[in-house]
C-alpha cells in the first residue's frame, strides 16, 4: 500500500504538486502514539542522527579532556551552512585534535549558505573540506579518535572504533540492529544504517528523556541539547528551519534534517520523539511534515504559534519576490 499524501503546494487556485510520506511519533517507552504511512520500512536518516553520532565524544569525556566548547560541541551535530561561524569551529576542532584539514574525510563542497558561497566565491577561494556541511562532525570524529589514543587514519570506515561508537550508540537508542544488511555509505563517506521510522522516533523519545539509557549517556544528551539550544546558528544557518526553529524554543524541541527527505525532533517537555520521511526524498515536504508534527504535539503560546506558523504553511514566491503559492500538510496529517 502506497503511503498517503501528506503535503500539497499550491499555485494560483491549483494543486500543482503533492507529496507522499510517513512519520511516527513514539514516547520513551516505545509506544506509538501518532503515525502515517509505513513506519516499519527501514530509512536511511542520513544527517538526522548526527547527534546521536556524537554522544560518545561527550559521554566518553573527550570532550572535556580537549576543552571544547558547547559550541564546538553544537557543530559536532550540525548540517551547517558552512559560515564563517561554522568554517572557524571546525578549525578550532581540529586544532584541538592536533589535526590538519587534509585529515578530514568528509569532501569538500560549495557551502550549503548561498552568502557564505558567494562570499568564497568572490574571495576567489575554492571550497575545501572545512566548508563541508558535515565538517563538524567529522571534526568531532577525530577529537574523539585523538582523545582516546586510537589512530585517526581510516576513521571513517566502518570497523574503525569511531564508527563502531557512532553505530552503537544509534543502536542503544533507536533498539534497531544495525548490520552490514542495512549499511550505505552516507555522502561524507561514514556508514550510515537504514533503521525503520517507528525505531528511529524510539531513539529521538529516548535522546528526548534519556529513559532506558546508562546514566553517563543520559547526561551526554542533556548536555548535547543544551549545547545545541544555546548555539543554534552552529547546527545549521541563516534561514535555516534547524537553526529557526530552535532559536524559537530552545530545550522545548530539538530538531534535526538529513537528507532525502528524512527530518527528525525531540521533544523533552512531552516526552516524545519525531521522525518522517517523504518518499520522494523533497526536504521542503519533510520540513512541513516534522512542523505538523511539532504543532500537534508540542504546546506554544499564541507568540509562539503565530512565528511558527511560516514553518507549517510557507509561502512560494517567484523571482521578482510575487507570492505565487504556498504549501501546507493535508490528510492524515493535515
Not at 18 to 42: C, I, M, N, T
Not at 192 to 209: K, N, S
Not at 272 to 297: C, E, H, N, P, Y
Amino acid at each position: 500500500m502506497a503511503n498517503p499524501i501528506v503535503v500539497e503546494v499550491t499555485r494560483g487556485p491549483l494543486v500543482e504538486s503533492r507529496h507522499r510520506g510517513a512519520g511516527a511519533v513514539v514516547d520513551a517507552g516505545g509506544a506509538l502514539v501518532f503515525s502515517f504511512g509505513d513506519v516499519e520500512r527501514p530509512v536511511y536518516p542520513r544527517s538526522a542522527v548526527k547527534a546521536f553520532q556524537a554522544l560518545p565524544l561527550v559521554e566518553s569525556g573527550a570532550a572535556d579532556r580537549l576543552g571544547l566548547s558547547e559550541a564546538e560541541i553544537a557543530l559536532a551535530c550540525a548540517s551547517h551552512s558552512g559560515e564563517e561561524a561554522h568554517v572557524a569551529g571546525a578549525v578550532a576542532m581540529l586544532g584541538k585534535a592536533g589535526a590538519g584539514v587534509d585529515a578530514l574525510a568528509c569532501g569538500a563542497h560549495w557551502p550549503l549558505g548561498e552568502k557564505a558561497a558567494r562570499a568564497l566565491a568572490r574571495s576567489g577561494a575554492e571550497p575545501s573540506a572545512l566548508h563541508n556541511n558535515c565538517s563538524g562532525k567529522h571534526a568531532g570524529f577525530l577529537c574523539l579518535a585523538c582523545a582516546n589514543g586510537w589512530d585517526s587514519r581510516g576513521y571513517e570506515a566502518p570497523g574503525h572504533p569511531v564508527q563502531r561508537a557512532a553505530r552503537e550508540a544509534i543502536e542503544d537508542l533507536t533498539g534497531a540492529a544495525l548490520g552490514a544488511d542495512v549499511c550505505g555509505v552516507d555522502g561524507c563517506s561514514i556508514p550510515t544504517y537504514a533503521v525503520p521510522l517507528r525505531a528511529l522516533a524510539l531513539g529521538f523519545a529516548r535522546f528526548a528523556t534519556g529513559e532506558g539509557l546508562a546514566p553517563a549517556r543520559q547526561r551526554a544528551a542533556r548536555r548535547i541539547r543544551a549545547a545545541v539550544a544555546a548555539h543554534p546558528r552552529m547546527v545549521a544557518g541563516e534561514g535555516r528551519f534547524d537553526t529557526d526553529v530552535m532559536t524559537l524554543f530552545g530545550e522545548r524541541a530539538f530538531t534535526k534534517t538529513g537528507a532525502e527527505g528524512v527530518f527528525c525532533a525531540a521533544l523533552p517537555e512531552a516526552g516524545l520523539g519525531l521522525a518522517v520521511k517523504a518518499d520522494d526524498g523533497a526536504t521542503r515536504a519533510a520540513q512541513v511534515m516534522i512542523a505538523a508534527l511539532i504543532a500537534r504535539f508540542l504546546p506554544m503560546s499564541d507568540a509562539e504559534r503565530a512565528r511558527f506558523e511560516a514553518f507549517l504553511s510557507p509561502t512560494l514566491r517567484n523571482w521578482n519576490g510575487l507570492e505565487v503559492g504556498g504549501m501546507g500538510a493535508v490528510g492524515t496529517l493535515g
